[in-house]
C-alpha cells in the first residue's frame, strides 16, 4: 500500500518536503530576529536567499546560529567607554533593518581564506553576508531553538568591517581606514602614463604607513602604553609592525625610525641606518650635438611599458616611512607632506620598489574628526604636526 501511495502521488513527496523545509527555516529565522533584538535593541528582519540544496541543512543550524548568538553580538556595547558607545552610535546610525545570509560557493582564489564577507552600500538599510566554503568545513547538531550542543562562527568582525563601525577617536595605536583622492596609474587609461584618483586603505601600524587596494582586517586600537598582542597571541615586537604578510617573497627595506614614544614594551632592536649615499658621477658633457648626428626617425625608443602594482587583491601597494613626515588636518583632508614613500610595482612576477622623497599627499578622509584623529595618532609616533609647500605628486 505504501508503494502505491508513493507511486501516485509521485513528485509531490519532494514538494512536501521542501515545503517543511521552509516552515522550519521560517520559524528558525524568527527566533534569530528575537534573538538579536533582544542582544542589540534592534527590531530587524533575517532572511535567507539563493542558498544551494547542499547548503540548506547547514543554513538552517550553523548559517542563522552563527548570527543569532550573543558572541556574534558582543561589540555592541553601549556602556563601553574604549569605542563600544562609538560603535552603537554608528550603528544606529546605519539603521539597519535587515540582514540577508546566502552562500558564496565559488568565491575568489584571493577570498579563499574567508569563512564570510560583508556587502553593504552606504546609505543602504540592508546587510548582506555571504558564507564561503570554509565555513562549510564543520556543522552544528542542533539549530538555534533545539536543546544541545550548538556551533556557530562568530560574526562580529564581519559586521562591524561590512558597516564600518570600526573608526575610532582620538589617537590610536593602530588606525585604519578608506582615504580618498590617491592618485595613482590608470590601468585602463589609454597612456603610460595616465594616472586616476582612488580610494586606498591606509593601515597605520605604529612607526609605518602601508596602503591597499582593499581593506585589511584587525588594524584600529585606541592608543595604550601596552601595545596589543599580535594575532597569533603573541607579544608586540617591532618586527611584526615592519612585517608584510601580503607580500611573502619580498624582503622588506630598511628604514629609519622617528624617535620611538614611551611605550611599555620589549627592548627594541637599534633602528637600521640607512647606506651611505653613493657619490654622484661626472657630468656628462652638454655641448649641442651636430644636426648630422641626429637618430633617425627609426631609432626613437618606443614607448615605455605601463607600471602594474602587485598583483592580488590583497597585495601591499607601498608605504610611507614617519621619519621626517609632517601631517596636518584641514578638515576633512588629511595633508601628508615631506614624505619618504616606497612604491611596490609586478616587474614579470616579482617585487619591484621605487622610493621618492619628499612627497606630498592630500587625502580625503570620512570625516574632520576622523582627519584630526589620523594626525593625532601619527603625532603620537613622533610626526610633526604642520606642512610642507609644493604640488601634490602622483604615482
Known amino acids: 500500500m505504501l508503494d502505491a501511495i508513493s507511486n501516485a502521488v509521485g513528485n509531490a513527496v519532494d514538494s512536501v518536503a521542501s515545503a517543511v523545509g521552509d516552515v522550519v527555516e521560517n520559524a528558525l529565522l524568527r527566533a534569530a530576529e528575537a534573538s538579536i533584538e533582544k542582544e542589540t535593541g534592534t527590531k530587524l528582519t533575517v532572511c535567507t536567499k539563493d542558498v544551494p540544496d547542499s547548503w540548506k541543512d547547514w543554513m538552517r543550524k550553523t548559517g542563522i546560529n552563527s548570527i543569532a548568538n550573543e558572541d556574534t553580538w558582543w561589540w555592541l556595547d553601549r556602556e563601553d567607554e574604549w569605542g563600544g558607545k562609538r560603535k552603537a552610535a554608528l550603528w544606529d546610525e546605519r539603521g539597519i533593518d535587515k540582514i540577508v545570509l546566502s552562500i558564496d560557493d565559488d568565491p575568489d582564489e584571493d577570498d579563499s581564506w574567508c569563512v564570510c564577507y560583508p556587502e553593504w552600500e552606504t546609505g543602504s538599510k540592508t546587510l548582506t553576508l555571504w558564507f564561503c566554503p570554509r565555513a562549510g568545513r564543520w556543522e552544528s547538531s542542533n539549530s538555534w531553538v533545539e536543546p544541545g550542543y550548538k556551533r556557530w562562527w562568530n560574526l562580529g568582525d564581519e559586521i562591524q568591517f561590512g558597516l564600518q563601525l570600526y573608526q575610532l577617536p ?125 637618430p633617425s626617425l627609426g631609432s626613437l625608443p618606443s614607448m615605455p611599458d605601463k607600471k602594474k602594482r602587485p598583483k592580488g587583491k590583497y597585495a601591499c601597494h607601498g608605504y610611507v616611512e614617519l621619519e621626517g613626515l609632517k601631517a596636518i588636518a584641514k578638515g576633512k583632508t588629511l595633508v601628508l607632506s615631506n614624505a619618504k614613500v616606497t612604491h611596490f610595482w609586478d616587474e614579470n612576477g616579482r617585487i619591484d620598489t621605487e622610493t621618492k622623497e619628499h612627497q606630498r599627499w592630500e587625502l580625503a578622509c570620512t570625516s574632520e574628526e576622523q582627519a584630526k584623529s589620523w594626525v593625532d595618532s601619527l603625532k603620537e609616533s613622533g610626526v610633526e604636526e604642520g606642512e610642507l609647500g609644493g604640488c601634490c605628486t602622483v604615482a
Open 170 to 294: 582620538g589617537k590610536c595605536f593602530y588606525k585604519a581606514d578608506w582615504l580618498e583622492d590617491f592618485e595613482d596609474v590608470d590601468p585602463d587609461g589609454p597612456f603610460p602614463f595616465s594616472t586616476k584618483k582612488f580610494a586606498r586603505w591606509f593601515q597605520f601600524r605604529h612607526w609605518i604607513i602601508y596602503w591597499y587596494p582593499n581593506a585589511m582586517w584587525g588594524y584600529n586600537w585606541a592608543y595604550t602604553k601596552q601595545p596589543p598582542k599580535l594575532p597569533d597571541g603573541s607579544l608586540f615586537n617591532l618586527d611584526s609592525v615592519l612585517s608584510l604578510p601580503s607580500l611573502p617573497n619580498f624582503e622588506m627595506p630598511k628604514i629609519r625610525l622617528p624617535s620611538l614614544p614611551d611605550v611599555d614594551m620589549p627592548s627594541l632592536p637599534d633602528a637600521p641606518s640607512l647606506p651611505d649615499a653613493p657619490s654622484l658621477p661626472d657630468m656628462p658633457s652638454l655641448s649641442m650635438p651636430s644636426l648630422g648626428s641626429l
